[in-house]
């Protein structure tokens, strides 16, 4: 079946991809025209897929599948010559979830956390909003630093946080006026509107505890989930660690993140689980 989605390594861009394979209730998705080694695993309630036309619909660009110029590919004729099914509008969450107005808009600048370096809060933009979910983007930098969040996300905070709190804000490269920024000239000169401070809705700290098993995504290997121990924890992030395996492949994710399941989900679901080889030793945490 064929739909359209996000791009994980640019996520600002939607793609054809097709699925390739279903384990239970993830599957492994293909950028239509490309190798194989770009694939990537999403559960099937994934927030970052649609069904074909969505983009049309929702006026986004759709990259087409390598090999077609831009304005040249039409889903019609592609499915056709394809011998391909759309899957099906019903199988898509994201129709079914309700819009709640936020007060961000596209356009609107914030300070966010760049979470490919999580030391920096820096100067970013709202350069899209699907659904409940904001797209942003770090100023006078590229799109692979981009991510989606929610209103409640801790890694966005209004204009003046850092200044408020102390923390360095990392301004545009290339800005003139880094030493003395000031977001009142800045945003005059962008001619932009700062995202007012109550659309951020901060989300309380998860209820996650060191010691808790869970189920998780093998980051290394993402067709595998494996029994796994919470080994330690922030306020909105999680340490991972495989049961049975070293401590060198631990590693942090968000506590929200879409690869952590409860214990029973993989049964439930119908997914294999890889369980550990070793007998854990108490309080190594299954070191084997
Ligand atoms: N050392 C990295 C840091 C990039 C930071 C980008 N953020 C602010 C969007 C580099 O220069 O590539």
Request: proline share 8%.
């Amino acid at each position: 079946m064929k739909l359209e989605g996000l791009d994980p390594e640019h996520p600002s861009r939607f793609c054809v991809l097709t699925v390739a394979e279903v384990r239970g209730y993830r599957m492994r998705l293909h950028f239509d025209g490309y190798p194989e080694c770009y694939d990537f695993w999403v559960n099937a309630d994934s927030s970052d897929i649609h069904p074909v036309g969505w983009c049309e619909k929702t006026s986004h660009k759709l990259l087409p599948p390598k090999g077609f110029k831009e304005g040249e590919f039409n889903w019609t004729s592609y499915l056709k010559n394809c011998k391909a099914q759309a899957a099906p509008k019903s199988l898509f969450k994201t129709l079914s979830t309700p819009v709640t107005p936020s007060g961000f808009r596209l356009g609107m600048k914030l300070e966010a956390v760049d979470k490919k370096n999580p030391s920096l809060m820096c100067v970013a933009t709202i350069t899209d909003m699907v659904d409940n979910r904001l797209l942003i983007h770090f100023d006078n930098w590229d799109e692979s630093y981009d991510y989606w969040c929610e209103a409640s996300s801790p890694y966005i905070r209004p204009v003046g946080y850092c200044q408020e709190t102390g923390t360095p804000l990392t301004t545009p490269p290339g800005y003139k006026a880094s030493k003395a920024f000031s977001w009142v000239k800045y945003l005059e000169e962008t001619n932009s509107q700062a995202a007012p401070a109550r659309a951020f809705k901060l989300r309380p700290a998860h209820g996650f505890q060191v010691n808790m098993k869970l189920e998780a995504v093998d980051r290394r290997n993402p067709i595998l989930i494996r029994v796994a121990t919470i080994v330690d924890k922030d306020d909105h992030r999680i340490k991972i660690h495989f049961d049975g395996w070293d401590c060198n492949y631990d590693f942090w994710v968000d506590a929200d993140s879409p690869d952590v399941h409860p214990v029973g989900w993989c049964a439930k679901t119908g997914h294999a689980l890889q369980v550990p080889l070793a007998c854990p030793t108490p309080g190594c945490h299954g070191v084997g």
